[in-house]
């Protein structure tokens, strides 16, 4: 059984940063990617984040505008997302996956709150 937990979530200001990590727990047979998806409110869609495959390959939002960077720690069993020059559109429930490909593994979700 796959165990995602996310965590780094909070309130920061316009234009500040927040780091968010997810460690996994159990194992996932031929695990390919892992990343972050988020859920805005009032919406009902999860949006790609960012991913990033097994061998190397990061795929970001159009929205992330290079702000963002997503990041491995294979040794921690961790991915992470650095978030950078956050703006009040980016509010929302950030939740992390791990996917082999055939079936998506899901976080319970950290809330980001972008305000003044």
């Known amino acids: 059984q796959v165990h995602l937990v996310e965590s780094g979530g909070g309130l920061v200001q316009p234009g500040g940063s927040l780091r968010l990590s997810c460690v996994a727990s159990?194992?996932?047979?031929?695990?390919?990617?892992m990343g972050w998806y988020r859920q805005s409110p009032g919406k009902e869609e999860r949006k790609l984040v960012a991913t990033l495959t097994t061998g190397g390959q990061t795929n970001y939002g159009d929205f992330v505008k290079g702000r963002f960077t997503i990041s491995r720690d294979n040794a921690k069993n961790t991915v992470s997302l650095q978030m950078n020059s956050l703006e009040p559109e980016d509010t929302a429930v950030y939740y992390c996956?791990?996917?082999?490909?055939?079936?998506?593994?899901w976080g319970q979700g950290t809330q980001v709150t972008v305000a003044s």
């Open positions: 159990g194992t996932i047979r031929s695990i390919n990617a």
């Open positions: 996956m791990e996917t082999n490909g055939l079936t998506h593994y």
